[in-house]
């Protein structure tokens, strides 16, 4: 009986330590990820890679997204890279993503991300316009890989005018 | 030998079930304590009950908030409050506050929601205003409590004419 009362506190040990230590490194990897994820997806807007930004949202019906323009919301992948694509088309011309400000929180298969990214877009009569949106995306860890499931992208706006803030400061 | 087996096999049996269930009714008693969340916040927000609709969010410097008026963002319950207050003096009036389409998910002690809030306020003059906010909050549970650690309130832009949409539609 001794003997089994040791395994199990040698086992319980274990799994205390084991699970510490894993979550601990998993977590530190996971919020790595996330971080490439966004530091990829500047590169990816300024190739104007359609496809490659699409990969970061999750498939299907699942992803709703609030985007900074209307409508008032997305739902399902298919419906928001039509959102993308209208971007591109109004804006042919070379592009700038910078992200600042990343907040990553990365807790077993759930994520989250806020924070700032700051566009110059080139429009058709190749004028330059700057944008910086304010967002937050929830992720969800799917067979190793982390996918954005919903989004929130936005400018702060004046009540009295209803005028949005493109340039808003820290 | 045979028996440590068993005892193994009955131990990890056990974990399984009860990690399994435990998880099961702990993920729908969240959901359902955020959904009440949301309906009190309705309820203190009419009543214009600002300790009340404060203590809802994680305090100190935890919270990052962005509101869907200036500035770009506050850190810290306290800086939060007084965007809160200011609406309240310059809505003085009645006001009611419409949760709809409430999404809510809950893993741990970690949980995001999304939606949309319809506010009837009511100005100095005695006019009437709606705002039909997007929201999105992510949740920590901390001592047994959920407390929203970040939030995003915003309302879609028309990007040539750079206006709010204050009733978006579905």
Redesign the interface.
């Known amino acids: 009986m001794k003997l089994?009362v040791a395994?199990l506190v040698i086992?319980a040990l274990g799994a205390l330590v084991g699970f510490g230590s894993s979550v601990k490194t998993r977590s530190g990897t996971d919020e790595q990820a996330i971080r490439a994820l966004y530091a990829r997806y500047s590169v990816d807007a300024e190739a104007r890679n359609l496809d490659a930004i699409m990969s970061y949202y999750a498939p299907g019906k699942t992803l709703?997204a609030?985007?900074?323009?209307?409508?008032?919301?997305y739902v399902g992948v298919a419906a928001y890279r039509k959102s993308y694509a209208g971007f591109f088309v109004?804006y042919p011309g070379p592009l700038t993503s910078k992200v600042s400000d990343l907040?990553v929180s990365a807790?077993?298969?759930?994520a989250?991300a806020?924070g700032?990214d700051r566009w110059v877009a080139t429009a058709k009569n190749g004028q330059k316009q700057t944008a910086?949106f304010?967002f937050?995306d929830?992720l969800r860890k799917t067979g190793g890989k982390w996918l954005i499931v919903?989004e929130?992208?936005?400018?702060?706006?004046?009540?009295v005018t209803?005028?949005?803030?493109?340039l808003?400061?820290?």
Chains 1, 2 share one sequence.
């Open positions: 089994l395994l086992l709703v609030f985007d900074a323009y209307p409508p008032r919301r109004a907040h807790a077993g298969s759930f989250y806020f700032v910086v304010r937050t929830v919903h929130h992208l936005s400018f702060p706006v004046d009540p209803g005028r949005a803030d493109f808003s400061k820290p």
